[in-house]
């Protein structure tokens, strides 16, 4: 990132959390021409709700990734008491990850019942502003993972990479197999599964927003390694390419819309891994046709309902209504197979906005009103073991 955009960042923050964000845009682009940036007037901001500042996805091009360094091993802490989420005698350990893309921090959950035996891993990429903790605390994984007996790897996006800690799903460069990001989430997978006793056909990854969207990705870039993927509160796969068209596609602006699953050299793409989506229908951070996207872009229908060859999957789907007793009613929404099995499974959290359905006070961005996405996701994930792929 250039001097110039260094010196611009408060005046974009301040814009986003103001709510100001085609100002936001216009100010970065005013950056990246050249133009000096003259601050605008304080307006107050638009809600003083939790909402991650999900838009300012200001990783910019210009910045070459930092030379990569040696993996380092992970050091186990053991805790002499629960965990900070509630969770039982588990081991998080910390640890780190490079390859010739850069390097990533993470925490790893083991749970206490692990003696050698073949257990499944979860992969938990958290949204913008989030770390692994947080985000830990807040989805009550770790619990979940108790009580399941499986690995949570939480990899942690550095702030060098992008100054609100946001995944960066919205650059070309972090959208493709082998490249950037992906390729130093997918290497961190597999450098876990080569540690410990790991089921390579039940791995699996869940993100909410930011790394809700880069979930997609790793599920449309690695469908060998990850069995199902969890989006929650995310985007579809190529939806943005930049940070303008990544603040329309957050929005739903017709440009954004016309883009949906288009890959980098122009190609439908079609997530071929099973897909559990949740998203609040007040989200105003991320609008909710996002979701309604990533759900047809796993079924194979893109933007404007072109189809691509996605076997099996119906077009019919089954419906459900429920409510969680004194918290969100919901509408889940299941595409199965020819076989029956459910491929696509889409939860509509009604009055829910930009936060973890039926997640803990004890981290940010969560609604403990609405469904249980942890488990649910879970569940799902439960049901699809790794498919044979020819």
């Known amino acids: ?53 999900e838009g300012v996805f200001c990783v910019m091009n210009e910045e070459p990734l930092r030379a990569a360094r040696p993996a380092e091993a992970p050091q186990p802490q053991t805790f002499p008491g629960p965990m900070p989420d509630g969770s039982p005698r588990g ?3 910390a640890g780190s990850y490079a390859n010739q893309a850069g390097s990533r921090a993470y925490k790893l959950y083991i749970p206490s019942g692990y003696r050698g035996q073949s257990l499944p891993l979860v992969v938990m990429l958290h949204g913008c ?16 993972a108790e ?17 609100s800690k946001c995944w960066n799903w919205f ?40 790394g809700g969207a880069m979930a997609v990705t790793m599920g449309m870039a690695y469908p060998e390694v990850y069995a199902a993927i969890g989006v929650h509160s995310g985007l579809p796969y190529a939806a943005a390419y930049d940070v303008p068209s990544a603040f329309a596609a957050m929005r739903q602006s017709s440009s954004a819309n016309g883009r949906m699953g288009i890959g980098a050299a122009g190609e439908l793409t079609v997530c071929d891994v099973p897909t559990i989506v949740f998203h609040g229908d007040r989200d105003t951070t991320v609008h909710p046709c996002n979701g309604d996207q990533v759900a047809a872009q796993s079924r194979g229908v893109g933007a404007n309902g072109n189809s691509d060859t996605r076997a099996g999957v119906s077009n019919r789907a089954t419906v459900q209504r429920g409510q969680v007793a004194q918290g969100h009613a919901y509408t889940r929404t299941v595409y199965r197979d020819a076989g029956g099995q459910a491929i696509v499974e889409h939860w509509l959290v009604h009055g829910a906005g930009h936060t973890w359905s039926g997640g803990s006070l004890s981290g940010s961005f969560t609604d403990p009103k609405g469904p249980d996405a942890t488990q649910e996701m879970i569940r799902f994930f439960w049901e699809h073991p790794q498919r044979t792929r020819h």
């Open 1 to 53: 990132m250039n001097d110039k955009m260094i010196a611009a960042m408060p005046e974009v923050l301040r814009l986003t959390q103001a709510g100001r964000l085609r100002e936001a845009t216009s100010a970065i682009q005013r950056v990246l021409a050249g133009q000096r940036l003259t601050p605008t007037a304080t307006e107050p901001a638009a809600s003083s709700g939790r909402a991650p500042i």
């Open 91 to 93: 081991k998080f350990i």
């Open 129 to 144: 502003t989030q770390n692994p903790d947080d985000f830990a605390a807040g989805t009550r994984m770790n619990q979940v």
């Open 147 to 163: 009580e399941q007996k499986c690995f949570v790897l939480y990899p942690a996006q550095a702030q060098s990479a992008n100054p």
């Open 171 to 210: 650059k070309q460069t972090d959208q493709r197999r082998d490249r950037g990001e992906p390729s130093i989430i997918a290497g961190m997978t597999r450098q876990i599964m080569s540690s410990y006793s790991i089921d390579p056909r039940r791995v699996y990854m869940a993100g909410l927003s930011a």
